[in-house]
């Protein structure tokens, strides 16, 4: 088949939401590392790794072998029966995890684990109502749609009851038109009038991503989840923090997102990163919150032998070459970069970002902030001319990402950001 027919046939049998990037959306046939080949026979870099999922890069090695020993010896169990795969993949993460977290459900999403962790959290305190944040992003279940703060994901109005969303702690855009640090992160403080005002006033749980994803990569100030998970605890709310995107060194330095703020989560999300492309999530929680859930539940999927051979293998290579350093030490770089591309062009608002997470939001004009995703948009196209994949976000669809797998060579780095200058220098 040629790229041609794989993109007709796309919009004839795949639902129309089932949307591609690019005008002429990129036909990828093979990959290794951080390079992706395309049927056409172009080749790219990729700067965004199948939304920061590719984590250590496509194919790699350990985790191709693991995954293909394991599909020639046994291939599914369902979670029915124990398997050394699914205990040492937990035990793992337990000891990875911050604070006392320990007993994991598999899921085989990002969505999933939300979804558990909620239902974690109303078994476990006896109460319904859920608090989000605005900006945010929990997937597209029911209930993951209603959490999630974009109008355009919510596609059915109504939702699932019991949720409120809070302010999003974006110091770029305020939703109180102050400046940190003399707002006193009114953001976290809000939390207080937010669960008197529109709740019972006993929460089940306050529901955040540590960097908001989806959002645009928008890094809450250093305060604010002391300050937020404070006021949600003193009502006897949980904190459930998503590390769906921050999770596996992703923010540097650190194995979750969640570590810089200095507060350990009751419950915690994870999924993308964690097999280097696998479906697998997971929800983990502290081992008396885990134990409140007694009654029946099942994923036929969870915690599949397959999926728990590459979730292994990936946390083996991630412990062995030191990703959360790698991710630190490689993020200078990008940053310096980034920070040079806003010097050179007013079009771009904002840098941000951490470890090798990073964003440009882009502006028509600084004063105004007007959100330019025209733009974006150019940028995207731009860039993938010169062999750069790239990825999109913000509520205002003006935010460029970049996250590529953290085994990134040095050499292919520079590389990338020399097309991304390039592509940023043919912005009209
Ligand atoms: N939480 C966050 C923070 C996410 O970014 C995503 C996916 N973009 C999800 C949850 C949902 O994950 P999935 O698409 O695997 O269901």
């Not at 419950?267 to 919150?289: L, Q």
């Amino acid at each position: 088949m040629d790229a041609k027919t794989v993109r007709a046939k796309h919009g004839e049998f795949l639902f129309p939401c089932v949307a591609n990037y690019y005008e002429e959306p990129v036909v990828i046939t093979r990959a290794e590392g951080t390079r992706v080949h395309a049927l056409d026979g172009a080749e790219y870099l990729d700067f965004f790794g199948g939304i920061l999922t590719v984590s250590l890069g496509h194919c790699q090695p350990d985790v191709v072998e693991a995954i293909s020993n394991q599909v020639r010896t046994l291939g599914h169990t369902s979670t029915l029966y124990p398997t050394e795969n699914v205990v040492v993949a937990a035990e793992t993460l337990a000891r990875l995890s911050p604070g006392e977290l320990k007993k994991t459900f598999f899921t085989n999403s990002g969505s999933e684990a939300d979804e558990t962790a909620v239902m974690l959290a109303k078994i476990h305190t006896g109460s319904s109502e859920i608090i989000a944040l605005r900006h945010g992003y929990s997937g597209r279940t029911h209930l993951a749609v209603t959490l999630t703060a974009h109008s355009n994901y919510r596609v059915i109005p109504t939702g699932v009851p019991g949720i409120k969303h809070a302010p999003a702690p974006y110091c770029y855009r305020c939703p109180f038109g102050l400046e940190y640090p003399s707002c006193e992160v009114r953001c976290a403080q809000d939390l207080q009038e937010l669960i008197d005002t529109t709740t019972s006033g006993q929460p089940a749980a306050f529901l955040a991503e540590p960097i908001l994803g989806v959002g645009g990569f928008i890094i809450p100030p250093k305060e604010y989840f002391q300050i937020a998970v404070g006021i949600v605890r003193e009502r006897g709310g949980l904190f459930i923090c998503d590390e769906v995107q921050t999770g596996f060194g992703r923010t540097g330095g650190k194995w979750f997102g969640i570590e810089h703020f200095g507060v350990d989560p009751d419950i915690m999300t994870f999924a993308k990163g964690v097999a280097n492309g696998m479906p697998v999530g997971g929800t983990i929680a502290k081992a008396d919150i885990a134990d409140s859930w007694t009654g029946a539940t099942i994923s036929t999927f969870g915690g599949n032998p397959v999926a728990m051979a590459a979730t292994n293998a990936t946390l083996r290579v991630m412990e062995r070459e030191n990703i959360p350093a790698r991710a630190e030490r490689l993020g200078k770089t990008i940053r310096d970069h980034l920070d040079g591309l806003k010097d050179k062009h007013s079009f771009i608002g904002d840098v941000r970002g951490m470890g090798l997470m990073w964003a440009l939001e882009l502006v028509e004009d600084r004063k105004t902030k007007e959100p330019a995703a025209g733009k974006t948009n150019q940028v995207m196209e731009a860039a993938k001319k010169h062999g750069l994949l790239l990825g999109k976000g913000g509520r205002y669809g003006n935010t460029i990402r970049m996250a590529p797998p953290m085994l990134i060579a040095e050499t292919e780095l520079s590389e990338a950001l020399e097309r991304l200058s390039k592509a940023c220098d043919e912005v009209r």
